[in-house]
Structure formats: structure tokens, C-alpha cells
């Protein structure tokens, strides 16, 4: 059974940062790309960053150079390093099991809220 369970959100202030851990089991980590996704109040979901197996990121343009997605394999976990945060940050964060390219597992998210 494919679980993902996050961790680390909370509440800081603009300026501030969080760490988010997203620890998994129940699938091959390590062959797996993951994703980190946010959903904020009234708005769609949409992806954040992205990880391949290889250890490769890609970053949504309005967290590059603020965020920083990692993995490590031995630990079936994939963390989300968040500086600088932001008002606009706010939201509903969710890690992702991917699979051609696109999310196929979620965890069940955690909050972030940066205040101003």
C-alpha cells in the first residue's frame, strides 16, 4: 500500500522558513520522481517542485531561488526546503508519488500559513 505522509508546515512570518519532510513506503522510492504541490483557498492546486529519480529539480517560477526540493533514498523521503517565505505562500502543501510525469499518489497535505 503506497503511503506519503508530510510533515513541518506551521504557522511563520513573511521572511521566514519551514522544512517540509513527506516520508513514504509501500513503492520503489528510489526509481520514483516526486513532486511537492500547494493548494491555496479558492485556487487550483499546482505544482510547486519537482524531483526526478536522479536527483534533478524543477521549480514553478514563482519559488525559484526560495525553494529547494531534495531526496534522500535511503530514507524513502523527499523534503521541501522553503526560505524567504512569502503571504502568497499560504496554502495546503502535498507531496506526490509521480508516474509519467504527472502525480499518482498524495499524501494527505500539511498547512503552511505565512503571515504578513
Known amino acids: 500500500q503506497v503511503r506519503l505522509v508530510e510533515s513541518g508546515g506551521g504557522l511563520v512570518q513573511a521572511g521566514g522558513s519551514l522544512r517540509l519532510s513527506c516520508a513514504t513506503s509501500?513503492?520503489?522510492?528510489?526509481?520514483?520522481?516526486m513532486g511537492w504541490y500547494r493548494q491555496a483557498p479558492g485556487k487550483q492546486r499546482e505544482v510547486v517542485a519537482v524531483i526526478t529519480r536522479f536527483g534533478t529539480p524543477n521549480y514553478a517560477d514563482s519559488v525559484k531561488g526560495r525553494f529547494t526540493i531534495s531526496r534522500d533514498n535511503a530514507k524513502n523521503t523527499v523534503y521541501l526546503q522553503m526560505n524567504d517565505l512569502r503571504p502568497e505562500d499560504t496554502a495546503v502543501y502535498s507531496c506526490?508519488?509521480?508516474?509519467?510525469?504527472?502525480?499518482?499518489?498524495w499524501g494527505q497535505g500539511t498547512q503552511v500559513t505565512v503571515s504578513s
Open positions: 506526490s508519488r509521480q508516474t509519467g510525469g504527472a502525480p499518482r499518489n
Open positions: 509501500g513503492f520503489i522510492f528510489n526509481i520514483n520522481e
